[in-house]
């Protein structure tokens, strides 16, 4: 009875994996920032940083992947196979290169229906562990915000065989100058009227500055000026991507040209950590 259960033991024993294999476990992670918003029709980059195991060995066939909504949802894009989605055909770069760990995925022309959340997922073969895949699990909330419309508008015409542009003021604009205009207007006529009734008393009859006429022109004078602080006080300075208010300074007369520029800035975005899920090969 001693011989049989001694080989059994040795047949156990050669079984069992070596120590130093029994706490080897892959590691990894993924992180991506949490909300992100951006106007429609404008453009976003959401940015990753994955990473992994440094015992990892030798990695090869890297590939990366984005699902869409929810953690399981649709994939909107692969680099191997090569795939987009209809609702982002045209419209979506992603800006990584295999053996880098971060990049981003580039949304233009955005629309309504691209809010939702965005998962990263990372695929690879690694000479220690083999096949591993995992994905983010809080994934990216992007927000589509309404596009301000610029107080100015771009038309173009022909003229005589030429073609020429302008810009002209939009509903909003015209509101924005009118009001203002109409509120000081009727102020100072009321002011006015109140000055005639108290000279016909006699009670102003020795302050001649003070006189309608005077007022009438102090009026003409302050009205352009006012008016012209409250629109660019109320036209957002970053539509478009573009900062300050030059642009709209230059357009204010309505004057003939042939070209014009816009400018465009993207946010600076930070990853921060998330939780990541393993996936099974």
């Keep these: 009875m001693g011989l049989p259960l001694l080989l059994l033991l040795l047949l156990l024993l050669l079984l069992l994996p070596p120590a130093s294999l029994q706490g080897a476990r892959f590691h990894s992670g993924m992180n991506q920032q949490k909300q992100l918003s951006a106007p429609e029709?404008?453009?976003?980059?959401?940015?990753?940083?994955?990473?992994?195991?440094?015992?990892s060995g030798r990695v090869s066939n890297v590939k990366i992947s984005w699902r869409w909504k929810h953690f399981h949802g649709d994939f909107i894009y692969k680099t191997t196979p090569r795939l987009i989605h209809k609702n982002f055909e045209n419209r979506l770069l992603l800006n990584w290169e295999e053996g880098m760990k971060k990049g981003s995925l580039q949304i233009s022309n955005l629309r309504r229906e691209d809010e939702g959340l965005y998962f990263c997922?990372?695929?690879?073969?690694?000479?220690?562990?083999?096949?591993?895949r995992w994905q983010s699990i809080q994934g990216t909330e992007l927000t589509i915000t309404h596009a301000p419309r610029p107080p100015l508008q771009l038309t173009s015409g022909t003229w005589r065989g030429k073609e020429f542009r302008v810009?002209?003021?939009?509903?909003?604009?015209?509101?924005?100058?009118?009001?203002?205009?109409?509120?000081?207007?009727i102020a100072i006529l009321g002011l006015m009227v109140f000055l005639r009734w108290k000279r016909s008393k006699g009670k102003l009859s020795g302050i001649p500055s003070l006189s309608p006429r005077f007022l009438t022109g102090y009026f003409f004078l302050l009205v352009p000026f006012f008016s012209f602080f409250l629109l660019f006080r109320a036209t957002p300075v970053t539509y478009g991507g573009s900062r300050g208010g030059?642009?709209?300074?230059?357009?204010?007369?309505?004057?003939l040209?042939?070209?014009?520029?816009?400018?465009?800035?993207?946010?600076?975005?930070?990853?921060?950590?998330?939780?990541?899920?393993?996936?099974?090969?």
């Excluded at 042939?258 to 990541?276: A, C, D, G, I, V």
């Design 257 to 281: 040209h042939h070209s014009h520029s816009n400018t465009r800035s993207e946010p600076h975005l930070r990853p921060t950590p998330q939780l990541t899920a393993m996936l099974d090969p």
């Design 167 to 185: 810009w002209l003021l939009n509903k909003e604009a015209v509101v924005r100058l009118a009001l203002p205009s109409a509120v000081l207007k």
């Design 121 to 132: 997922q990372v695929e690879m073969i690694t000479e220690k562990y083999g096949e591993q």
């Design 41 to 55: 029709g404008g453009s976003i980059r959401i940015p990753f940083f994955f990473y992994y195991s440094q015992d």
């Design 246 to 255: 030059g642009c709209i300074i230059r357009t204010i007369a309505a004057s």
